[in-house]
Nanobody, 123 residues
Framework: QVQLVESGGGLVQAGGSLRLSCAASGRTFSSYGMGWFRQAPGKEREFVAAITWNGGRTYYADSVGDRFTISRDNTKNTVYLQMNSLKPEDTAVYYC????????????????WGQGTQVTVSS
């Protein structure tokens, strides 16, 4: 079992940057693949980025391209999402999630979720 707590959200102007963190409890964090998802008002939750258990591979949604970078530090039980060149359309609640599966793009794959952190990008 793993519990996840996101932090680092806030209000930023378009073109700015934010770094989200997701702290995990439990000794099994390093065995999980980790993902970031987001949900804007009135929209479905969508995949943003994912990283394998050892950080060896990363995956990104086309919409975030090379603007976002996911990373993890297994010694700190933490996964990060560095977001650069933010756009108003990036405004959403961002969730981190943990999975034992390898279908990283699908929310149904993830068994453990954080409570989310709000990111608001003003134009």
């Amino acid at each position: 079992q793993v519990q996840l707590v996101e932090s680092g959200g806030g209000l930023v102007q378009a073109g700015g940057s934010l770094r989200l963190s997701c702290a995990a409890s439990g000794r099994t964090f390093s065995s999980y693949g980790m993902g970031w998802f987001r949900q804007a008002p009135g929209k479905e939750r969508e995949f943003v980025a994912a990283i394998t258990w050892n950080g060896g591979r990363t995956y990104y949604a086309d919409s975030v391209g090379d603007r976002f970078t996911i990373s993890r530090d297994n010694t700190k039980n933490t996964v990060y999402l560095q977001m650069n060149s933010l756009k108003p359309e990036d405004t959403a609640v961002y969730y981190c999630a943990a999975t034992s599966d390898t279908n990283y793009y699908y929310a149904q794959t993830y068994a453990h979720w954080g409570q989310g952190t709000q990111v608001t990008v003003s134009s």
